[in-house]
């Protein structure tokens, strides 16, 4: 908290005459703070622990990036370790939660670089002036992207391999593209880890991206319905719906809906 006041009163009220500080002041300080080319003895010594204690490192690494749920248990080893070192606490819900949004952003940062760097080289999508436009991002273009590639690719990976790894093919292909320009992450979904969310921010703008297994027309249409509930939260009319189909007669398809009062894209891979 004292390093975002310090960004906030240092570097960006500073210059400018207008000195009253806004949510938007707060939001460009959290950008320097997660910035990866920034670092602290604090964030130094979050890695290390991480990396140090490969029980821990899975843990983390399943919560953060794979969207997996656990009860916080103060007499498992691996949580209370979690939470000595700053980096676990208990929800409301009583699940294990990362401490604070700045360490969840760094660990997943830090966990996304590791993995394309050594499980998913070959697996990015190539920055390009394409997907900006003035302050929007084309999110919808870099889904028909995304599915081009894996349409091309998918009949070289095992099918196991797609179910499992699926997901972070997507978020190593989105983050070349993002490329410091803006941040992602994820929500948690505890009550549902079939689905995950992903909050995009570009300028001052968020895009929220769901991505969800196909298991149906019923299952379909109650993801429409989460989607839509979770967009209200942040008074957002536009979504947009990544859905991997594993079925035999899968069809890579891309379709725009008119949901409630919001508009979805979705795209089939």
């Given at each position: 908290?004292s390093?975002?006041?310090?960004?906030?009163?240092?570097?960006?009220?500073?210059?400018?005459?207008?000195k009253?500080?806004?949510?938007?002041d707060?939001?460009?300080?959290?950008?320097?703070?997660?910035?990866?080319?920034?670092?602290?003895?604090?964030?130094?010594?979050?890695?290390?622990?991480?990396?140090?204690?490969?029980?821990?490192?899975?843990?983390?690494?399943?919560?953060?990036?794979?969207?997996?749920?656990?009860?916080?248990?103060?007499?498992?080893?691996?949580?209370?370790?979690?939470?000595?070192?700053?980096?676990?606490?208990?929800?409301?819900?009583?699940?294990?939660?990362?401490?604070?949004?700045?360490?969840?952003?760094?660990?997943?940062?830090?966990?996304?670089?590791?993995?394309?760097?050594?499980?998913?080289?070959?697996?990015?999508?190539?920055?390009?002036?394409?997907?900006?436009?003035?302050?929007?991002?084309?999110?919808?273009?870099?889904?028909?992207?995304?599915?081009?590639?894996?349409?091309?690719?998918a009949?070289?990976?095992?099918?196991?391999?797609?179910?499992r790894?699926?997901?972070?093919?997507?978020?190593?292909?989105?983050?070349?593209?993002?490329?410091g320009?803006?941040?992602?992450?994820?929500?948690?979904?505890?009550?549902?880890?079939?689905?995950?969310?992903?909050?995009?921010?570009?300028?001052?703008?968020?895009?929220?991206?769901?991505?969800?297994?196909?298991?149906?027309?019923?299952a379909?249409?109650?993801?429409?319905?989460?989607?839509?509930?979770?967009?209200?939260?942040?008074?957002?009319?536009?979504?947009?719906?990544?859905?991997?189909?594993?079925?035999?007669?899968?069809?890579?398809?891309?379709e725009?809906?008119?949901?409630?009062?919001?508009?979805?894209?979705a795209?089939?891979v």
């Open positions: 908290m390093k975002l006041c310090k960004f906030i009163d240092e570097q960006i009220v500073r210059p400018r005459e207008n009253d500080w806004s949510v938007g707060v939001d460009g300080a959290f950008r320097m703070i997660a910035d990866e080319s920034y670092t602290t003895t604090l964030f130094d010594s979050l890695s290390k622990n991480l990396e140090n204690n490969r029980e821990l490192h899975d843990a983390v690494l399943n919560m953060v990036i794979n969207g997996k749920s656990m009860t916080f248990n103060i007499s498992d080893p691996v949580i209370s370790l979690g939470h000595l070192c700053g980096i676990l606490s208990k929800g409301d819900d009583g699940r294990c939660r990362i401490h604070n949004r700045i360490y969840e952003q760094r660990i997943y940062a830090c966990m996304m670089s590791k993995l394309a760097r050594t499980r998913y080289g070959e697996i990015s999508g190539m920055p390009g002036p394409e997907f900006f436009h003035d302050d929007i991002l084309d999110v919808r273009l870099i889904l028909l992207r995304f599915q081009a590639f894996m349409k091309e690719h009949s070289r990976k095992d099918e196991k391999f797609l179910e790894e699926g997901r972070l093919l997507f978020l190593s292909f989105l983050r070349p593209i993002i490329n320009r803006g941040f992602e992450f994820k929500e948690p979904n505890v009550a549902d880890e079939r689905r995950m969310d992903l909050v995009i921010t570009y300028k001052n703008r968020r895009y929220v991206v769901e991505l969800k297994r196909w298991y149906g027309p019923k379909h249409e109650k993801g429409l319905k989460q989607l839509s509930d979770y967009l209200d939260t942040y008074s957002l009319k536009q979504g947009y719906l990544l859905i991997y189909d594993f079925s035999r007669k899968k069809e890579y398809k891309q725009d809906i008119a949901f409630l009062d919001k508009r979805i894209f795209v089939w």
